[in-house]
Nanobody
Framework: QEQLVESGGGVVQAGGSLRLSCAAS????????MGWFRQAPGKEREVVAA????????YYADSVKGRFTISRENAKNTVYLQMNSLKPEDTAVYYC??????????????????WGQGTQVTVSS
């Protein structure tokens, strides 16, 4: 059974850093576009970052550009999200997602067919 499992969330002070990991199992996701989304209370889920199957193309939401970095290690079936200079507005549940039909990168939830359970990130001021 295909599964994505996120880890690395937690509570951090503003200005701090966290590194999220997404470990895939059940199939090889090395040919899939991958993405990180987040959902804050009372808000819709939004894309944070996306990466192509090769890692050669990346996308960032304007709100995180210059602070977050998405990367992947296909040999380990793992995707990462390095988050630096965290702000209270980054507080949300962060989800990892994989899309089997994505040609380069997916920017919308409907581009993805596999989702993790989410990991909470809380940034205190």
């Amino acid at each position: 059974q295909e599964q994505l499992v996120e880890s690395g969330g937690g509570v951090v002070q503003a200005g701090g850093s966290l590194r999220l990991s997404c470990a895939a199992s059940g199939r090889t996701f090395s040919s899939y576009g991958m993405g990180w989304f987040r959902q804050a209370p009372g808000k819709e889920r939004e894309v944070v970052a996306a990466i192509s199957w090769s890692g050669g193309n990346t996308y960032y939401a304007d709100s995180v550009k210059g602070r977050f970095t998405i990367s992947r290690e296909n040999a380990k079936n793992t995707v990462y999200l390095q988050m630096n200079s965290l702000k209270p507005e980054d507080t949300a549940v962060y989800y990892c997602a994989a899309g089997s039909t994505i040609v380069t990168m997916g920017f919308y939830s409907y581009d993805y067919d596999y989702w993790g359970q989410g990991t909470q990130v809380t940034v205190s001021s």
